[in-house]
T-cell receptor, first 118, second 113 residues
Framework: GAVVSQHPSWVICKSGTSVKIECRSL??????MFWYRQFPKQSLMLMAT?????????EQGVEKDKFLINHASLTLSTLTVTSAHPEDSSFYIC??????????????FGDGTRLSIL | QQQVKQSPQSLIVQKGGIPIINCAYE??????FPWYQQFPGKGPALLIA?????SEKKEGRFTISFNKSAKQFSLHIMDSQPGDSATYFC????????????FGRGTQLTVWP
């Protein structure tokens, strides 16, 4: 149980385009979803935290207008990288926090999306 | 500021060896300490976790040792196998922060056959 599906797993696009990444909790409801960015051989860097039906809370240094987060339902959050440039190329990982009592784990992680901007 | 400090950055052991990865923290409000295993191109997966009311937890070949007074915890992998080669992250969570995790920098483990 407690599976988080992230789509797409890999995307390559031209500079200037916008890219949407989906994060779905398949068998539980997620009150909170987290978006991370990970560079090669580095740790996970939290970008933002989103709660269903409310605006996301962004970490310091993360551009809100660049990385748009929508958490429209208890099972789906999306991250849109707007006007992507090569420096946005990275591995993006989402995680979902189950409702209290649904799991004893604080977060369940997706398998990440590798974004390459040409 | 790194809330959780992890060492070593990389570790190489022979098959059957016992790699040990160490983490330290400062914030005494942390109440949950998980370890995650990450393979290339995949998201992190929970390996084992401990709360500060116990000093040791064992699950299969993985053991967490926790020293509350020293604010340190470590992961031991018994009888390590080549399939254990991965990056390991320690993390910590405060009780009132909606599940936010603070990660260490990671340890890249290589187990030679």
């Amino acid at each position: 149980g407690a599976v988080v599906s992230q789509h797409p797993s890999w995307v390559i696009c031209k500079s200037g385009t916008s890219v949407k990444i989906e994060c779905r909790s398949l068998d539980f409801q997620a009150t909170t979803m987290f978006w991370y960015r990970q560079f090669p051989k580095q740790s996970l860097m939290l970008m933002a935290t989103s709660n269903e039906g409310s605006k996301a809370t962004y970490e310091q240094g993360v551009e809100k207008d660049k990385f748009l987060i929508n958490h429209a339902s208890l099972t789906l959050s999306t991250l849109t990288v707007t006007s992507a440039h090569p420096e946005d190329s990275s591995f993006y990982i989402c995680s979902a926090r189950p409702r209290q009592g649904d799991s004893n784990q604080p977060q369940h992680f997706g398998d990440g999306t590798r974004l390459s901007i040409l | 500021q790194q809330q959780v400090k992890q060492s070593p950055q990389s570790l190489i052991v022979q098959k059957g060896g016992i790699p040990i990865i160490n983490c330290a923290y400062e914030n005494t409000a942390f109440d949950y300490f998980p370890w995650y295993q990450q393979f290339p191109g995949k998201g992190p997966a929970l390996l084992i976790a401990i709360r500060p009311d116990v000093s040791e937890k064992k699950e299969g070949r993985f053991t967490i040792s926790f020293n509350k007074s020293a604010k340190q915890f470590s992961l031991h992998i018994m009888d390590s196998q080549p399939g254990d080669s991965a990056t390991y992250f320690c993390a910590a969570k405060r009780g009132s922060t909606l599940g936010r995790l603070y990660f260490g920098r990671g340890t890249q483990l290589t187990v030679w056959p």
